[in-house]
């Protein structure tokens, strides 16, 4: 059974049985049945579908925004953001699908030659909770665009808006087939990669569950992309707007009630800076109002289950006897739901929790460094590589030390954040492959070379190896 609870208040909303193995098995069918008339609909159809599920989202978008926030707890106010994006981005790819996927010439030995992007077919979508809707979009949007369909397994705590998603799809008018929810646990998710109708998997969530994906898929031989954990670096050097730095800071880390792959979670400051900054960031933090996420007075909210605050106390308290200094916070809040204070730990050293792990709630790691190069080499000191920040007055520096950061991202005097223009992933074990722009939507594509003869004169015969010196 897949349950939805409320986070604010711990009790439960709705409940619903898990697919079967037929259920299951009929899904899979229904997609394989989808998948030649989806991508023989062409660009224009598909494209013009786009544009529709825009419209249905914008036009309920309060009712997905409230079900968001109920069913994980994220703020009212980000919620509505979170909806919005999706229209933006499902606009976006409508109007730039066609480019993005048209045939590129390529001059070679043919009379013609050209590159062209081919849909897969059946993708398995395997995504989280933290962005119930944005996550699930993400990956959907570009891939329906290139003329995949898709089957949806999502968080098993967020069943009410995996079917809400199904039903944005419906209602824009996607052929049946196209785009379904699975309700099932992830015990399934083997199962389904394995089975011979299914062409491709991408998964936004932990690198354990990465691994095991990867592992079958692997196994079976298809194409995977992985959008896994982070422990984005926050750099701030001496030379740093340090007001505007800190303020930004303070969203960055708790923005979704601290709960997201892309915020930073590692504060690295410059010695000459450091109090300044600590001061400045930890005010911001402090004056945070926590409370009911219905309230679009509250900027921070509960986290969406009870485990996950067990992790972050667990977290906080370690790095806190090894050493750390809560500077504000530092503890889970009394009560009904899943509360825990916007924290900032201070003083925070190699061989704690807060400086090696991804603490997925409102909790910021503090550490200092005494110049830039220090500061990389600490960004760079964690197995994970998917998003980072760079602040300085210098942007030319910024530019160069960006180049020598292990992330998918650099983001110079800017927070963090997914745009459908820009390419989105990560490296080490944030993962691989890429969401998104240009590159996203031909990550499930098979890149077709077509070669047309006859050959041009003197140009038949491959060109001899060059000559030893």
């Known amino acids: 059974m897949l349950r939805s609870i409320d986070p604010a208040t711990g009790r439960e909303i709705a409940s619903f049985p898990e697919a079967d193995d ?7 069918n229904r997609a394989w049945s989808a998948r030649q008339a989806w991508r023989d609909a062409g660009l224009g159809m598909r494209t013009a579908l786009m544009r529709s599920v825009a419209g249905v989202l914008r036009t309920d978008k309060s009712r997905y925004a409230a079900l968001l926030t109920s069913e994980m707890g994220k703020p009212i106010v980000e919620a509505e953001a979170e909806v919005e994006k999706c229209a933006w981005t499902a606009n976006w790819f409508a109007e730039n699908g066609a480019r993005l996927l048209e045939d590129e010439p390529v001059e070679s030995t043919a009379t013609e030659s050209y590159v062209r992007f081919q849909p897969l077919g059946v993708i398995l979508a395997v995504m989280p909770w933290n962005f119930p809707f944005w996550q699930a979009f993400r990956a959907g949007l570009p891939a329906l665009t290139a003329g995949n369909v898709m089957l949806l397994k999502h968080s098993s705590n967020v069943p009410q808006a995996a079917l809400a998603i199904e039903e944005v799809f419906r209602e824009a008018g996607v052929p049946e087939g196209v785009f379904q929810t699975l309700l099932i646990g992830s015990a399934a998710v083997g199962r389904i990669i394995s089975d011979h109708r299914v062409a491709g998997v991408t998964l936004t969530g932990s690198d354990k569950a990465g691994a095991l994906v990867a592992e079958t898929a692997g196994r079976e031989l298809k194409k995977s992309v992985l959008e896994l954990g982070g422990s984005d ?3 701030v050097l001496a030379d740093a707007d340090l007001s505007t730095a800190a303020t930004v800071a303070c969203r960055a880390r708790n923005q979704n009630n601290g709960q997201s792959c892309i915020a930073a979670k590692r504060f690295i400051v410059e010695e000459p800076v450091a109090d300044e900054f600590e001061q400045r960031f930890t005010s911001a933090v402090a004056a945070l109002k926590v409370g009911n996420p219905m309230d679009r007075a509250n900027q921070v909210g509960p986290l969406a289950r009870g485990d996950l605050v067990d992790e972050l106390e667990r977290q906080v308290e370690e790095s806190l006897r090894l050493g750390a200094r809560a500077l504000t916070g530092g503890k889970r809040i009394a009560g009904d739901g899943y509360f825990f204070e916007p924290t900032v730990l201070s003083n925070v050293r190699p061989g704690m929790p807060a400086y090696h792990e991804e603490t997925f709630g409102p909790v910021a790691a503090v550490i200092r460094v005494k110049d830039a190069e220090d500061a990389l080499r600490v960004a760079n000191d964690t197995d994970f590589g998917l998003g980072s920040n760079i602040w300085t007055s210098d942007v030319e520096r ?6 020598r950061i292990e992330a998918g991202q650099v983001f110079i005097n800017g927070m963090v954040a997914s745009d459908a223009r820009l390419p ?15 590159y996203g939507i031909k990550e499930f594509t098979n890149i077709q070379t077509v070669w047309v003869g006859p050959a041009r004169d003197g140009q038949a015969k491959a060109a001899p190896p060059p000559r030893a010196e």
């Not at 989105?424 to 240009?438: A, D, H, N």
């Open 398 to 403: 910024g530019k160069n030390l960006a180049g």
């Open 424 to 438: 989105f992933g990560g490296v080490k074990r944030s993962g691989y492959g890429r969401e998104l722009s240009e």
């Open 22 to 28: 037929a259920s299951i098995d009929t899904a899979l």
């Open 233 to 235: 670096p926050f750099i």
